[in-house]
């Protein structure tokens, strides 16, 4: 039986959120809001590709320059196998050169191309970036429009029905007519209090 009450609550609740999330696809100022929060999800999921561009262009960059120190140091070494006539060694030296030499040019282009990329993605990061704040400070201007909006048709609900307004004002009168008046009641108790007990305590000392 409880496990009955407890799905019928829950089905209750389900049907009563459902009609809240209708209710609020109706209001604009929601809607910018929902967008906003897509494009924050979107910019911190960008904001991790330009991180991941980041490292990419850091290990292109120790590559290249793995790779041209073994070329300069293959290149030192075929120069001294050459110099001592061992013109084989020189040659395997030379042949193992060009092999870096080609890896670490195409690498250096490679890493090139990542800077050029990086820039233009931090470009376009950026003006993103401002183009969300817009939509903040735009959000900011609706909320406000729509806050004035509802208190004006607050205040127009309670001021059309004048009959009702009225017979409220009068009760706030009257309100504040007795509290006047309970005031004045205690201030008076209050000084006849103080003067009976100054007189009390006169009589006390002169008898």
């Known amino acids: 039986m409880e496990n009955i009450f407890t799905r019928i609550k829950q089905a209750v609740a389900a049907d009563f959120h459902e009609i809240l999330d209708k209710k609020e696809e109706k209001n604009p100022t929601v809607q910018l809001s929902q967008y906003i929060r897509q494009c924050e999800q979107q910019a911190k999921k960008i904001r991790e590709l330009i991180e991941k561009q980041y490292q990419l ?49 195409r690498i250096k282009a490679m890493k090139e191309k990542a800077d050029s990329d990086l820039q233009e993605l931090e470009k376009k990061y ?39 307004f009225e017979f409220a004002s009068n009760k706030f009168n009257d309100l504040e007519g007795y509290i006047d008046r309970l005031e004045r009641k205690v201030d008076a108790d209050y000084r006849k209090m103080t003067l009976d007990a100054k007189l009390a305590d006169l009589e006390r000392k002169s008898s």
């Open 57 to 105: 262009k850091h290990d292109f960059t120790k590559e290249y320059h793995a790779a041209q120190a073994m070329a300069d140091k293959r290149e030192r070494q075929a120069k001294l196998a050459q110099e001592q006539g061992e013109t084989e060694l020189a040659e395997q030296a030379q042949d193992e050169r060009e092999q870096y030499q080609e890896r670490a040019d």
């Open 126 to 164: 950026v003006q993103m970036k401002h183009k969300l704040k817009d939509l903040y400070v735009k959000k900011m201007e609706f909320s406000e429009r729509e806050n004035v909006a509802k208190a004006h048709r607050g205040m127009n609900e309670i001021l059309k029905n004048k009959p009702e």
